[in-house]
């Protein structure tokens, strides 16, 4: 076969020197036929003017010549100069010779030793040829360039130079006796300085590069002064060979002085020429330079303003990230900057800020602190545009951060574009991590090829979703996904406990309030990873069962143990159960202050005698360290029951009481290796419950039963598919509307449909995508049909109809037209007997003029919610965090007050949670997506966090990987005491694992003026305040056990009003008297009463029974915070949440079931029974 390569001979290179003169003469001796395509370019005059001027390489050797031959010539007229004697001249000898000392007069110049100079015959003939050369390449691009006008050629300045240049060498070609006059030579430098202009330019041009205008105006700027030194320095130099005669270093001594305006005098003209000069190079200089010095000063202030570049040097020596936003906030700008700069690894990182806007004022001065303005460069520029990329050195960065612009009016436009310029990214370099942050759902799918990506709707909806069967899911995710700062200080009891010293979260620890110190202390604990063979935690659990190691692990360390990963497998499984046997190359995941990297371990040997002398009690306990862990530890006789219990897991069954009388009940060990015949076989499919076989009351008389399966339809592209509970047919849209009656169902409010479960209320703006995450973490098949609760969604605008297609499918899914601003919608949708009330921040409100305002609509609201329906839980959602301290606002409360004052501490501490004290965060009813910001940051260190917290909050279900859920500590709960016990029954039993508890104490406060609507003198008020401060500070801790101690407001108001019947008066009769009127309509008329009465007269209006409406419950005397993995001695207590990750109920279905590939398509039409088991 012929090669066709060897057959086509290589074309020649255009644009060469011979192919000017040749042209395409090489190749008519070629049979074949040649066919060419130009503009213009045939002729000999378009060949030149592409070599010389168009093309740019060509051009650019042009160029470089000619700055060459001017530089050549300035050094050759510096050589003459140092090779020249005046007194030698042949024309000046017979003048010296007539003219004595004795005659000359001051007045007279000799004039011979300007015009005539002294030139070699070698050094005349380089003057010659430069000049030759110079002119003829001069007068060649001037017709090249000539486009008409021939004035226009001839009349500029580079044109005349070179004409006084070169023109007189040529004549003294054909006129020898002018071969020494004097020709200013020197001003070829202006020509050297005009060639090195363009010279860059072609530069740029040819590598295909912007040139920065700085580094341009710079160099003008210093080529105009050395030839305005250098002018001057010839000029005076060559005058005062008739004066001085000083030598070129004289001259320059003297121009460098003169400039400098500093002016010693001891070197000065003598002839009227040589100070005619340097008056005109004075002029010059003050015209010139200040020009310039204008130029670059604009070029200087523009460039910070934009930021300038990033050193290529520099990003190839250290290590940078980019973030790019649409608009940069201060808020924003520090959660990165103190987030990212947490860890201590990347404390040599730098930030590259890449922003289209101006940096704003706030911005500008913080980064003048010296902490960041050694660490942040700030870009002004876009990152669509290939050149400001290259400017950040994309391609040589660690990561890029992208971030939305959660403020915008039209979050769809934002993420557009975000969109774009993930993709310029990826498209720029291919190779940078991306760390993305959306806003819609339905945009994820767009950038699947981003490393990471944090989907704020769907985050916020699950994460609302959970906190209405998980209380305060927000602030547990809130505070594992943030960095502690915390300081280096030992942990006594747990110390011993332990023998490790570790790294705590001391923030609060000042505080006088028992709670504060246990919610901040905890509120260290992360998430954390290691590999098992490399961990002195779980190294000795190889072998052995994942509830084992996390018991053990707990047990002896501390630490909480809530998962591992595959070493060829990139799924992580949360708590994948007590089958799953720890290998030594998994990856576990734990829960602890720090990580083991940064712990001490010590021997607990040393330990153990002292403390066996003495009991040690510890903490919340109240019982000796080393009693509690021989009851962990013991062997259990009396086993307990580990049949499988409920999925809400409601209680701890009390062991039967066998045997010696009066004896602990004791807990059965967690074993090494499950053990088949002591797992729960059950399928949690069928809800353990009798609800599967005996339909509700509701379900029976609409005729509903329910089924698991996918559900059929999502609203987006993207959306994790979700095993829930589901509807065997759709509900007619007609059907879904709550407050409107139709042709299957004639019921108009939440009353009439009669549900057993309290209702989940969501009050939103529209009916987003975002809002189907919402619904299907309550639908999950996990949970319980017997405990789903109804959702009733109140939109400000009517849902659009694929968004009913999705909702459809799933039980007790309705929706209302209304708004949170008017109570009659509010009572028709069932307020008044809701478990929740989950208030979405409007995204017609998220901008404001003044960015703090954005809450202020929801604000209000959600504070007339709280004064109408005290008993209501309300989960609010907010733009910005830095509002939660006007949640369930009291203007006089005093612990709000000293709340606010422990706020401003953490925050000069530069705390990153510093409202994290603030009574409605630590309770979970106050929520930022702000806060989740975090999540992404992290992700650059943590790679893992993502992935987790999407586990935990039901976003993605993975195969084998359990889910979070919570138990209610009761009356029968209390036999297991300590928190220990419980992870042990918990492990033993049903293969839970216990990652924190959500605790409500007794606030003891005496009624505000929110309630109570008396005026008493400020003798009074200052002494309650007091009384009210005491009886706070004295409140019971969490060593409390009499947790049903809740007085009623009534209760105390009458409590109050006694105390003031039985002070002494000290007034005026007719003031006594009105106080004691007051005093007697105190429980009488409150203001919680007229509210009361507003609400039931509405409710009758509506022809609403009140019934449901409960006027006297407040949670206002109550607190509720969180503990992430306490320590093994904490007490429990009544009324404690603890929250649980459960093992995927899928890996107990016994293999003789049907497959779980079942779908819901397949059950449709079955039994119940079969319908739930796959």
Same mark, same amino acid.
């Given at each position: 076969?012929?090669?066709?390569?060897?057959? %086509?001979?290589?074309? #020649?290179?255009?644009?060469?020197?011979?192919?000017?003169?040749?042209?395409?003469?090489?190749?008519?001796?070629?049979?074949?036929?040649?066919?060419?395509?130009?503009?213009?370019?045939?002729?000999?005059?378009?060949?030149?003017?592409? @070599?010389?001027?168009?093309?740019?390489?060509?051009?650019?050797?042009?160029?470089?010549?000619? @700055?060459?031959?001017?530089?050549?010539?300035?050094?050759?007229?510096?050589?003459?100069?140092?090779?020249?004697?005046?007194?030698?001249?042949?024309?000046?000898?017979?003048?010296?010779?007539?003219?004595?000392?004795?005659?000359?007069?001051?007045? &007279?110049?000799?004039?011979?030793?300007?015009?005539?100079?002294?030139?070699?015959?070698?050094?005349?003939?380089?003057?010659?040829?430069?000049?030759?050369?110079?002119?003829?390449?001069?007068?060649?691009?001037?017709?090249?360039?000539?486009?008409?006008?021939?004035?226009?050629?001839?009349?500029?300045?580079?044109?005349?130079?070179?004409?006084?240049?070169?023109?007189?060498?040529?004549?003294?070609?054909?006129?020898? =006796?002018?071969?020494?006059?004097?020709?200013?030579?020197?001003?070829?430098?202006?020509?050297?300085?005009?060639?090195?202009?363009?010279?860059?330019?072609?530069?740029?041009?040819?590598?295909?590069?912007?040139?920065?205008?700085?580094?341009?105006?710079?160099?003008?700027?210093?080529?105009?002064?050395?030839?305005?030194?250098?002018?001057?320095?010839?000029?005076?130099?060559?005058?005062?060979?008739?004066?001085?005669?000083?030598?070129?270093?004289?001259?320059?001594?003297?121009?460098?002085?003169?400039?400098?305006? %500093?002016?010693?005098?001891?070197?000065?003209?003598?002839?009227?020429?040589?100070?005619?000069?340097?008056?005109?190079?004075?002029?010059?200089?003050?015209?010139?330079?200040?020009?310039?010095?204008?130029?670059?000063?604009?070029?200087?202030?523009?460039?910070?303003?934009?930021?300038?570049?990033?050193?290529?040097?520099?990003?190839?020596?250290?290590?940078?990230? %980019?973030?790019?936003?649409?608009?940069?906030?201060?808020?924003?700008?520090?959660?990165?900057?103190?987030?990212?700069?947490?860890?201590?690894?990347?404390?040599?990182?730098?930030? %590259?800020?890449?922003?289209?806007?101006?940096?704003?004022?706030?911005?500008?001065? =913080?980064?003048?602190?010296?902490?960041?303005?050694?660490?942040?460069?700030?870009?002004?520029?876009?990152?669509?545009?290939?050149?400001?990329?290259?400017?950040?050195?994309?391609?040589?960065?660690?990561?890029?951060?992208?971030?939305?612009?959660?403020?915008?009016?039209?979050?769809?436009?934002?993420?557009?574009?975000?969109?774009?310029?993930? /993709?310029?990214?990826?498209?720029?370099?291919?190779?940078?991590?991306?760390? =993305?942050?959306?806003?819609?759902?339905?945009?994820?799918?767009?950038?699947?090829?981003?490393?990471?990506?944090?989907?704020?709707?769907?985050?916020?909806?699950?994460?609302?979703?959970?906190?209405?069967?998980?209380?305060?899911?927000?602030?547990?995710?809130?505070?594992?996904?943030?960095?502690?700062?915390?300081?280096?200080?030992?942990?006594?009891?747990?110390?011993?406990?332990?023998?490790?010293?570790?790294?705590?979260?001391?923030?609060?620890?000042?505080?006088?309030?028992?709670?504060?110190?246990?919610?901040?202390?905890?509120?260290?604990?992360?998430?954390?990873?290691?590999?098992?063979?490399?961990?002195?935690?779980?190294?000795?659990?190889?072998?052995?069962?994942? &509830?084992?190691?996390?018991?053990?692990?707990?047990?002896?360390?501390?630490?909480?143990?809530?998962?591992?990963?595959?070493?060829?497998?990139?799924?992580?499984?949360?708590?994948?159960?007590?089958?799953?046997?720890?290998?030594?190359?998994?990856?576990?995941?734990?829960?602890?202050?720090?990580?083991?990297?940064?712990?001490?371990?010590?021997?607990?040997?040393?330990?153990?005698?002292?403390?066996?002398?003495?009991?040690?009690?510890?903490?919340?306990?109240?019982?000796?360290?080393?009693?509690?862990?021989?009851?962990?530890?013991?062997?259990?006789?009396?086993?307990?029951?580990?049949?499988?219990?409920?999925?809400?897991?409601?209680?701890?069954?009390?062991?039967?009481?066998?045997?010696?009388?009066?004896?602990?009940?004791?807990?059965?060990?967690?074993?090494?290796?499950?053990?088949?015949?002591?797992?729960?076989?059950?399928?949690?499919?069928?809800?353990?419950?009798?609800?599967?076989?005996?339909?509700?009351?509701?379900?029976?008389?609409?005729?509903?039963?329910?089924?698991?399966?996918?559900?059929?339809?999502? #609203?987006?592209?993207?959306?994790? #598919?979700?095993?829930?509970?589901?509807?065997?047919?759709?509900?007619?849209?007609?059907?879904?509307?709550?407050?409107?009656?139709?042709?299957?169902?004639?019921?108009?409010?939440?009353?009439?449909?009669?549900?057993?479960?309290?209702?989940?209320?969501?009050?939103? !703006?529209?009916?987003?995508?975002?809002?189907?995450?919402?619904?299907?973490?309550?639908?999950?098949?996990?949970?319980?049909?017997?405990?789903?609760?109804?959702?009733?969604?109140?939109?400000?605008?009517?849902?659009?109809?694929?968004?009913?297609?999705?909702?459809? /499918?799933?039980?007790?899914?309705?929706?209302?037209?209304?708004?949170?601003?008017?109570?009659?919608?509010?009572?028709?949708?069932?307020?008044?007997?809701?478990?929740?009330?989950?208030?979405?921040?409007?995204?017609?409100?998220?901008?404001?003029?003044?960015?703090?305002?954005?809450?202020?609509?929801?604000?209000?609201?959600?504070?007339?919610?709280?004064?109408?329906?005290?008993?209501?839980?309300?989960?609010?959602?907010?733009?910005?965090?830095?509002?939660?301290?006007?949640?369930?606002?009291?203007?006089?409360?005093?612990?709000?007050?000293?709340?606010?004052?422990?706020?401003?501490?953490?925050?000069?501490?530069?705390?990153?949670?510093?409202?994290?004290?603030?009574?409605?965060?630590?309770?979970?009813?106050?929520?930022?997506?702000?806060?989740?910001?975090?999540?992404?940051?992290?992700?650059?260190?943590?790679?893992?966090?993502?992935?987790?917290?999407?586990?935990?909050?039901?976003?993605?279900?993975?195969?084998?990987?359990?889910?979070?859920?919570?138990?209610?500590?009761? !009356?029968?709960?209390? /036999?297991?005491?300590?928190?220990?016990?419980?992870?042990?029954?918990?492990?033993?039993?049903?293969?839970?694992?216990?990652?924190?508890?959500?605790?409500?104490?007794?606030?003891?406060?005496?009624?505000?003026?929110?309630?109570?609507?008396?005026?008493?003198?400020?003798?009074?008020?200052?002494?309650?305040?007091?009384?009210?401060?005491?009886?706070?500070?004295?409140?019971?801790?969490? &060593?409390?056990?009499?947790?049903?101690?809740?007085?009623?407001?009534?209760?105390?108001?009458?409590?109050?009003?006694?105390?003031?019947?039985?002070?002494?008066?000290?007034?005026?009769?007719?003031?006594?008297?009105?106080?004691?009127?007051?005093?007697?309509?105190?429980?009488?008329?409150?203001?919680?009463?007229?509210?009361?009465?507003?609400?039931?007269?509405?409710?009758?209006?509506?022809?609403?029974?009140?019934?449901?409406?409960?006027?006297?419950?407040?949670?206002?005397?109550?607190?509720?915070?969180?503990?992430?993995?306490?320590?093994?001695?904490?007490?429990?207590?009544?009324?404690?949440?603890?929250?649980?990750?459960?093992?995927?109920?899928?890996?107990?279905?016994?293999?003789?079931?049907?497959?779980?590939?079942?779908?819901?398509?397949?059950?449709?039409?079955?039994?119940?029974?079969?319908?739930?088991?796959?």
């Amino acid at each position: 076969m012929v090669d066709l390569d060897s057959e %086509v001979p290589p074309l #020649p290179p255009r644009y060469r020197f011979r192919d000017l003169l040749l042209g395409d003469q090489g190749w008519q001796s070629d049979d074949r036929v040649q066919v060419e395509f130009y503009m213009n370019e045939n002729t000999f005059k378009e060949r030149l003017k592409l @070599f010389f001027i168009k093309n740019q390489r060509s051009s650019l050797r042009i160029r470089l010549f000619n @700055f060459s031959l001017k530089l050549l010539s300035c050094f050759l007229y510096i050589v003459r100069v140092l090779l020249d004697d005046p007194t030698q001249g042949l024309e000046c000898k017979e003048l010296n010779r007539s003219c004595s000392s004795q005659n000359y007069t001051p007045g &007279t110049i000799d004039w011979s030793p300007i015009i005539w100079v002294n030139r070699s015959l070698p050094l005349w003939g380089l003057q010659v040829s430069v000049a030759v050369i110079s002119l003829f390449e001069t007068l060649l691009l001037s017709y090249l360039s000539y486009k008409g006008n021939i004035w226009e050629q001839i009349l500029r300045i580079p044109f005349l130079l070179e004409i006084i240049n070169a023109v007189p060498f040529i004549i003294t070609i054909f006129w020898p =006796v002018l071969r020494n006059l004097f020709i200013p030579v020197f001003l070829n430098c202006w020509l050297a300085k005009h060639a090195l202009e363009n010279m860059i330019n072609d530069l740029h041009r040819a590598i295909q590069r912007t040139q920065s205008a700085m580094f341009n105006q710079v160099l003008i700027l210093i080529s105009t002064l050395l030839c305005l030194i250098f002018t001057c320095i010839c000029g005076i130099q060559h005058l005062e060979r008739a004066g001085n005669r000083l030598t070129l270093f004289d001259s320059l001594y003297f121009c460098i002085v003169t400039f400098s305006t %500093v002016g010693f005098g001891d070197v000065t003209p003598k002839i009227w020429p040589s100070k005619l000069l340097v008056v005109i190079m004075i002029c010059v200089a003050l015209v010139v330079l200040p020009i310039q010095f204008e130029q670059l000063a604009y070029l200087w202030m523009e460039r910070q303003k934009s930021g300038g570049n990033y050193s290529r040097y520099r990003a190839q020596t250290e290590k940078h990230v %980019v973030l790019c936003v649409s608009s940069l906030k201060i808020d924003l700008l520090m959660d990165f900057l103190n987030e990212f700069y947490a860890h201590p690894r990347l404390q040599d990182y730098y930030v %590259v800020i890449l922003c289209p806007t101006e940096m704003d004022a706030q911005v500008r001065r =913080v980064l003048q602190i010296p902490m960041w303005s050694q660490r942040v460069i700030y870009l002004q520029g876009s990152a669509l545009k290939d050149q400001d990329l290259l400017r950040a050195k994309m391609d040589n960065a660690e990561a890029c951060f992208i971030l939305s612009s959660r403020c915008e009016v039209d979050r769809t436009a934002a993420d557009h574009q975000t969109i774009l310029r993930a /993709w310029a990214v990826k498209d720029f370099a291919p190779n940078c991590p991306l760390y =993305v942050q959306i806003l819609k759902p339905e945009n994820k799918f767009h950038i699947k090829f981003a490393d990471h990506v944090v989907c704020e709707e769907e985050f916020k909806y699950a994460m609302l979703a959970l906190n209405c069967i998980c209380p305060a899911t927000s602030t547990l995710i809130t505070l594992l996904v943030h960095t502690s700062r915390g300081h280096t200080a030992p942990w006594e009891a747990f110390r011993q406990l332990t023998g490790t010293k570790q790294t705590l979260n001391r923030e609060s620890q000042q505080s006088p309030e028992q709670w504060q110190k246990m919610y901040g202390r905890c509120s260290g604990n992360e998430v954390y990873h290691i590999n098992l063979e490399e961990s002195t935690f779980f190294a000795e659990y190889e072998g052995k069962s994942f &509830t084992y190691a996390s018991f053990h692990a707990h047990k002896k360390f501390g630490v909480c143990l809530i998962g591992v990963r595959k070493e060829d497998n990139k799924n992580i499984l949360l708590n994948p159960g007590p089958r799953y046997i720890m290998s030594s190359t998994d990856i576990c995941f734990y829960i602890n202050i720090t990580k083991e990297e940064n712990s001490a371990f010590k021997k607990q040997e040393k330990h153990r005698k002292n403390h066996e002398s003495k009991l040690s009690y510890h903490g919340a306990s109240r019982l000796p360290v080393h009693s509690i862990i021989a009851s962990m530890g013991t062997v259990a006789i009396d086993l307990q029951d580990t049949g499988c219990r409920g999925a809400s897991g409601a209680t701890l069954a009390l062991p039967a009481q066998g045997g010696r009388e009066g004896r602990r009940p004791s807990i059965a060990p967690v074993l090494e290796v499950a053990d088949s015949s002591s797992l729960p076989t059950c399928d949690l499919l069928s809800d353990q419950s009798e609800d599967e076989t005996t339909p509700s009351d509701e379900e029976g008389s609409a005729g509903f039963e329910y089924a698991k399966g996918y559900p059929p339809y999502s #609203p987006y592209i993207g959306s994790s #598919p979700t095993f829930c509970h589901l509807l065997h047919e759709k509900v007619p849209f007609c059907c879904l509307r709550l407050d409107k009656g139709c042709q299957h169902n004639y019921y108009e409010d939440a009353k009439a449909y009669g549900f057993k479960n309290k209702l989940i209320i969501v009050a939103a !703006e529209t009916a987003g995508n975002g809002l189907y995450n919402f619904i299907v973490p309550l639908r999950a098949y996990y949970r319980p049909k017997k405990e789903l609760n109804p959702i009733v969604l109140l939109l400000d605008n009517p849902p659009d109809m694929h968004f009913l297609d999705a909702i459809c /499918w799933f039980p007790m899914v309705y929706y209302m037209v209304g708004s949170i601003d008017n109570l009659d919608d509010l009572l028709r949708c069932g307020v008044t007997f809701a478990a929740n009330m989950v208030v979405v921040d409007k995204e017609s409100t998220m901008s404001a003029e003044e960015d703090y305002m954005a809450d202020a609509k929801t604000i209000v609201n959600v504070q007339t919610l709280f004064r109408l329906f005290s008993s209501l839980s309300i989960i609010t959602e907010l733009t910005h965090p830095a509002n939660m301290r006007f949640m369930q606002f009291r203007a006089k409360d005093c612990y709000s007050l000293a709340l606010s004052k422990l706020e401003k501490k953490e925050r000069e501490k530069g705390s990153n949670l510093a409202f994290m004290f603030r009574l409605p965060f630590a309770a979970g009813r106050v929520f930022s997506i702000s806060m989740l910001d975090t999540l992404l940051y992290q992700s650059f260190v943590k790679d893992y966090m993502i992935s987790i917290t999407r586990l935990l909050l039901g976003l993605d279900t993975t195969p084998g990987s359990g889910f979070l859920c919570s138990m209610k500590i009761t !009356e029968e709960d209390l /036999w297991i005491r300590t928190y220990a016990r419980l992870y042990q029954k918990l492990c033993s039993s049903t293969g839970d694992i216990p990652i924190g508890v959500y605790r409500t104490e007794s606030q003891k406060l005496t009624t505000s003026e929110s309630q109570i609507s008396i005026s008493v003198e400020d003798w009074e008020d200052t002494k309650d305040t007091k009384e009210q401060f005491s009886c706070r500070g004295n409140h019971r801790n969490s &060593t409390s056990s009499d947790q049903s101690d809740h007085p009623l407001l009534r209760r105390k108001s009458m409590q109050w009003a006694r105390r003031l019947s039985r002070r002494a008066p000290r007034h005026s009769a007719k003031t006594a008297e009105k106080i004691n009127q007051q005093r007697m309509n105190l429980y009488r008329r409150s203001e919680r009463q007229e509210l009361a009465e507003l609400v039931k007269n509405r409710m009758k209006h509506l022809g609403l029974s009140p019934a449901g409406y409960d006027e006297m419950n407040d949670h206002q005397n109550t607190l509720s915070y969180i503990l992430i993995n306490p320590s093994p001695d904490t007490r429990l207590e009544l009324n404690d949440i603890v929250y649980l990750i459960r093992p995927d109920p899928l890996t107990y279905v016994p293999n003789a079931g049907p497959s779980r590939k079942n779908s819901f398509c397949n059950t449709v039409g079955q039994d119940t029974r079969e319908e739930t088991q796959l």
